[in-house]
């Protein structure tokens, strides 16, 4: 993390998103294998990749357009899904210099870019930041888009051919939330209120609320932490 | 393709970009004001402790392997705590990623063998 004084703020930008690719492009392909088993052209997933750019909720949208349900159901159930979203830009305010680009920038701010630009940001000079945002987003972005062509082309031969593509990348995303959550883990309340976030969210995900883990854990999460916190204070307050 | 199948994904799209870029002008403007008045703006404590939650809650939601089984955890655990140790070491984003996914892919074939 020393490093990033000494790049330009593009380049710095593209290498911090090097990562998700690992992570992007085996479940771009993915998506790609599943849009055009469901009737889906390439060019019609890859134009969802492109516009929507929201993982899970694209596979939820083509899965349920796909299965006949009610179209304002399928774009009611996307628009819940990533509902989560609405919490991200506003915890990176703090951090971003003003610029005009920010409103047009957003169209990239997945969960890993935020989880990215949360831990990033806060480091680097503010005549870095508009450029590094446009770095690793573009890299996430473009990652995605062809991801999906592939998938569509060639997904099914690619994942046999390159069976690692599938089984061992894609454990690119844990390590890399990992590197962006382990400097928090320097105080005893946020080790606690995070390793319980963690805990839930892989229950959640192992259970039939596949879709709301996120946004449950971190519910859960933020109970810990004020319970925690309250705990913290009432002890003070009796001691004085 | 069907053109109303066309306009749920638009609305869909538009909807999205819409739960992205809303919170981001409606912050900063709440900042702007903040500062326009020489006071100082604040997040909400509660959203500000949402941010690093939310990553948590990532991590563990794609803690689980693809197809789960043993040699995929024992994988997963491995991944993480190579993760964690060379993270430790040297402080730095590519490094331990690389690790990690180098050793959940070595112990992941180890233990299928």
């Known amino acids: ?240 | 393709m069907h053109v109303d199948i066309w306009i749920a994904i638009v609305v869909a799209a538009i909807g999205t970009y819409a739960l992205r870029v809303g919170p981001l002008l409606w912050t900063q403007r709440h900042f702007n004001k903040h500062k326009a008045n020489n006071t100082e703006a604040r997040l909400p404590a509660w959203l500000s402790v949402l941010g690093p939650l939310m990553i948590a809650a990532m991590l563990g939601a794609s803690l689980i392997p693809k197809v789960p089984s043993a040699a995929s955890w024992i994988a997963t655990a491995i991944g993480t705590v190579v993760t964690v140790v060379v993270w430790r070491k040297f402080k730095s984003l590519g490094l331990p990623v690389f690790c990690g996914v180098l050793s959940f892919g070595v112990a992941f074939g180890i233990a299928l063998v």
């Open chain 1, 1 to 240: 993390m020393s490093q990033l004084s000494s790049k330009s703020g593009l380049k710095q930008g593209v290498i911090d998103g090097l990562p998700l690719l690992g992570g992007y492009i085996p479940v771009a392909i993915s998506f790609g294998v599943i849009a055009v088993q469901a009737g889906f052209s390439t060019l019609e997933a890859t134009l969802i990749s492109i516009f929507i750019y929201a993982g899970a909720s694209q596979f939820l949208l083509v899965a349920m357009v796909a299965s006949g349900a009610p179209l304002w159901l399928a774009v009611c159930m996307t628009l819940l899904v990533n509902v989560r979203h609405v919490v991200y830009a506003p915890n990176l305010v703090p951090y971003l210099p003003q610029s005009k680009a920010w409103p047009y920038l957003m169209h990239g701010l997945t969960d890993q870019i935020f989880a990215l630009a949360h831990t990033r940001l806060p480091l680097m000079d503010d005549a870095k930041k508009v450029d590094w945002f446009k770095g690793v987003s573009m890299v996430a972005w473009l990652s995605w888009i062809v991801g999906t062509a592939l998938g569509g082309i060639a997904g099914d031969s690619l994942t046999q051919q390159w069976p690692i593509l599938d089984s061992v990348m894609p454990f690119a995303l844990p390590a890399l939330f990992l590197v962006l959550l382990a400097p928090k883990f320097s105080s005893k309340l946020w080790s606690a209120t995070l390793l319980v976030t963690m805990t839930a969210a892989l229950f959640l995900a192992l259970s039939a609320f596949k879709n709301a883990a996120i946004p449950l854990a971190a519910l859960c999460g933020a109970i810990t932490f004020y319970f925690l916190t309250s705990h913290v204070e009432r002890k003070q307050s009796h001691a004085r």
